[in-house]
Nanobody, 125 residues
Framework: QVQLVESGGGLVQAGGSLRLSCAAS????????MGWFRQAPGKEREFVAGINWDGANTYYADSVRGRFTISRDNAKNTVNLQMNTLKPEDTATYYC??????????????????WGQGTQVTVSS
């Protein structure tokens, strides 16, 4: 059974930082793309960041580019999201996602096959 478990969410003031981690079990993702999505109350789930199988290629939503950094450690089967200069509009539940695709990074929900349960990030103004 494949599981993705996120950690590192919490409450932070605007301008602060958080680091999210996602640990995968039941499957090795070191040859497949992974990503982070988020969903705010009343809004659709949106792409945040994606990373290809070896970490050489990354892609970010315009709203987070320059502030967030996605990385992965294939030896540990983990993917991380470093979030700096957080804004109140970053408040959302953040989800880790794993793909069965290995070509590059991916930005659409339907390109991912495995999802974590989510971790809450709240940024106060």
């Amino acid at each position: 059974q494949v599981q993705l478990v996120e950690s590192g969410g919490g409450l932070v003031q605007a301008g602060g930082s958080l680091r999210l981690s996602c640990a995968a079990s039941g499957r090795t993702f070191n040859r497949y793309a992974m990503g982070w999505f988020r969903q705010a109350p009343g809004k659709e789930r949106e792409f945040v960041a994606g990373i290809n199988w070896d970490g050489a290629n990354t892609y970010y939503a315009d709203s987070v580019r320059g502030r967030f950094t996605i990385s992965r450690d294939n030896a540990k089967n983990t993917v991380n999201l470093q979030m700096n200069t957080l804004k109140p509009e970053d408040t959302a539940t953040y989800y880790c996602a794993g793909s069965n695709l290995s070509g590059s990074y991916y930005t659409r929900h339907d390109e991912y096959d495995y999802w974590g349960q989510g971790t809450q990030v709240t940024v106060s103004s």
